[in-house]
């Protein structure tokens, strides 16, 4: 893999390319993020930085106000969430409540707008560096599953870097996701974690 | 910034892309400079400036302290400044803001620089020196306080009057007679950059739609004190060429000062 | 530029009291991401300099007033430690000095971070001096820029600073205390590598227009070396990936 550390400022390309995570410059493409690059790819991935919201992303988040029933939703973002509940819900949102939902749109780069919310009663909620949140996921959720069978713990993953737990061994479920967080670089860490978790110590 | 300005800034920049000045200056040359040397009294020296819209009246005034530690030989001098919140409606009473604050020193800094004030002048004994308070007010701000706050700092230290030491840490404020003894005297000269554009002396429509800011400080041959300011930047060519200019406005501000103290 | 009576000579044949030469940096040491709960963070030693510099945020601007609804807005404070200077105890609280230094450091900021990525949000940058020998400005805003690229937070650019002075008729790169105490003009400068933009330019002192002209390159000189160890201090934590997926 030709992979590369890139700083801000650092040239990309001698032309102007369309890369997230990058601009152009008098007709040159540079990196304004310190990520990875991928020179085959020719993409640039963040190393570090807060979460960039996707439509689609999921989300946890606690309801922070309501005005009718437009909910506002801290995601440890610095923009605005809302939600807008329907009249026909049965369910109403608490201030303080724990809710899952789906990213429906971004307006303006600081405006959240939420859908499909999910009550998520009890439990507890991590926070991981949203760059280090597809490592914790994994491949089409293997990381997220194992860690989940393992501990007999339900865990709601959100791509803006809240980590939702409850039931089973929340202790051990954490060590993991801390270890994911700290060595998502690693070669095989699937296994280690696997290994991590068979044992059950948080010490791994 | 409101509405207005923001307006009014789009405005300058459309007009300057023609290089046409909003109120039809060369893009080198000042407003209008009006010194009223002695305009308070009770101060040893004094000054009123009107650089175009832009007020400032700056009192200098003189006392007996002790020396700073490190000058035993020398007097003292001590810049502060005061956006006054009657001088613009943004202005705001309170603690000094990094605005006034960075005027102040930059003011100080050219002065101090170019040994404007003859310091060991100030020196009365042993533990005992002539301090040197310049204060500037500034009464209505229409852009480049800078430039103007030098300008009368430095009318007002050319207009000082010495008290004499009574002895026992007093000043006789009566008697005052002698001038306070200047060694030289600093221009400053403080250009905007407004995207491609760079002037002399923004007004206060020039500054809001400036990009950066640079003050240049000069006593006519050299380079004594500089600033540079806000979120944009300079080439190091820009720079130099800056510095040229501000060299050849020396002479054209030093008459104007000199002229007004006959 | 204190009292000349008692100066020292600071060149002998060539050197400087240090034993440096004209162009000669004092020793740099740049560690990236070394505090834990700061987004992000840096600690530089410069000659006997030693800062500490970290980054929160983007986050929401606080109080709400301040939002600007379109871009971020960047906070800066540089302080020194009472503890931090040679001789007495320095007085706490923000000077007059330190609320000019963060101020000018701020709007060197302005221009590299990229404020319209994150509108109504705001970036805090902490500047502590823990032991000060002359240059620090230089060598905060140097921390802070590796400070801020560790956060993650979009750049034009990894800025870099550093003082250019005057020592009779030498000009000389990165005076330590003694020197600037003793000197006869100071100029620091912050520089955007990438294309030599001015973000940060003071001076005082006397310097002809020949001698800002030759200052000015020299501290574009000095850069590259200045660059290269920021550069490889973030390298360094991420290659090694302790705090990432390193390569």
């Not at chain 3, 201090?233 to 991420?238: G, P, S």
């Amino acid at each position: 893999m030709a992979r590369q550390i890139v700083i801000p400022g650092d040239l990309v390309a001698e032309q102007a390319l369309k890369i997230e995570h990058s601009y152009i410059d008098n007709g040159k493409t540079y990196a304004k993020v310190l990520g990875l690059l991928d020179t085959e790819k020719g993409t640039i991935v963040p190393l570090e930085g807060i979460w960039s919201p996707r439509i689609g992303d999921t989300v946890v988040g606690i309801v922070t106000g309501m005005r009718s029933t437009v909910y506002e939703v801290d995601l440890d973002f610095f923009g605005r969430s809302i939600l807008i509940g329907s009249k026909y819900d049965r369910h109403t949102y608490k201030i303080g409540e724990v809710i899952e939902a789906e990213v429906k749109d971004v307006e303006d780069r600081k405006t959240i707008i939420l859908t499909r919310p999910q009550s998520l009663f009890g439990g507890t909620i991590l926070s991981v560096k949203p760059t280090k949140i597809p490592r914790v996921i994994g491949k089409a959720n293997t990381m997220v599953q194992q860690i989940a069978a393992m501990t007999k713990s339900n865990i709601i993953v959100g791509n803006n870097g809240l980590v939702w737990m409850k039931g089973g061994d929340i202790g051990l479920a954490t060590a993991a996701i801390r270890k994911i967080e700290s060595e998502a670089h690693t070669q095989g860490l699937t296994e280690q974690i696997k290994m991590m978790l068979e044992k059950g110590t948080t010490n791994a | 910034m409101g509405a207005f300005d923001i307006v009014k800034s789009n405005y300058i920049k459309e007009l300057l892309a023609k290089g046409v000045r909003e109120d039809g200056r060369k893009t080198f040359g000042f407003r209008s400079i009006k010194i009223t040397p002695g305009a308070i009294p009770h101060a040893e020296g004094s000054a009123m400036v009107d650089l175009g819209g832009t007020r400032v009246l700056v009192g200098a005034k003189v006392q007996v302290e002790e020396p700073m530690p490190d000058t035993p030989k020398q007097g003292n001098l001590m810049v502060s400044a005061e956006l006054l919140p009657l001088a613009h409606a943004e202005f705001e009473s309170g603690p000094p803001s990094p605005e006034s604050i960075e005027l102040s020193r930059v003011v100080d800094r050219g002065i101090r620089a170019a040994n404007c004030i003859d310091l060991e002048s100030l020196f009365i004994e042993e533990g005992k020196v002539w301090a040197v308070f310049i204060d500037i007010y500034v009464l209505n701000y229409d852009g480049n306080l800078f430039d103007a706050a030098t300008i009368a700092a430095m009318a007002a230290l050319m207009n000082a009057k010495m008290p004499v030491y009574k002895g026992e840490d007093k000043a006789d404020y009566e008697k005052r007679e002698s001038p306070l003894k200047l060694k030289s005297a600093v221009v400053s000269t403080t250009f905007a950059k407004i995207e491609n554009s760079i002037l002399l002396d923004p007004n206060i429509h020039e500054e809001n739609a400036a990009d950066a800011r640079v003050t240049i400080v000069t006593d006519g041959k050299s380079v004594r004190a500089m600033q540079k300011g806000l979120g944009g930047s300079f080439s190091t060519s820009e720079i130099e060429s800056l510095v040229d200019v501000s060299l050849e406005k020396y002479n054209e501000v030093k008459s104007v000062l000199e002229s007004s103290m006959k | 530029m204190a009292s000349k009576a008692d100066k020292p000579e600071l060149i002998i044949g060539n050197k400087r009291l240090d034993g440096r030469g004209f162009n000669d940096l004092r020793p740099l040491k740049v560690e990236a991401s070394v505090l834990k709960n700061a987004d992000g963070s840096a600690y530089v030693e410069w000659g006997n300099n030693k800062i500490l510099a970290a980054v929160f945020g983007p986050k929401e601007a606080m109080p709400k007033h301040v939002q600007d609804p379109v871009k971020a807005i960047i906070k800066c404070k540089y302080s020194m430690a009472p503890f931090s200077s040679m001789g007495e105890h320095g007085r706490s609280g923000p000077n007059r000095r330190a609320i000019e230094i963060s101020k000018v450091t701020r709007e060197a900021f302005e221009n590299v971070v990229m404020l319209n990525d994150y509108p109504g949000s705001e970036i805090d940058i902490f500047i502590e001096v823990l032991q000060s020998d002359g240059g620090t400005r230089a060598a905060g805003i140097t921390a802070a820029a590796v400070a801020l690229a560790s956060a993650g937070i979009h750049m034009k650019d990894l800025i870099y600073a550093v003082s250019v002075g005057k020592i009779g008729e030498e000009l000389v790169i990165d005076m330590n205390m003694i020197e600037d105490n003793y000197s006869d003009s100071d100029m620091p400068m912050a520089i955007s590598p990438r294309n030599g933009d001015v973000l940060l330019l003071q001076m005082d002192g006397i310097m002809s227009k020949s001698e800002v002209k030759k200052g000015m390159a020299m501290v574009l000189e000095a850069g590259k070396a200045i660059s290269k160890i920021q550069k490889d201090a973030l390298n360094k934590v991420y290659s090694r990936g302790e705090n990432g997926n390193g390569v």
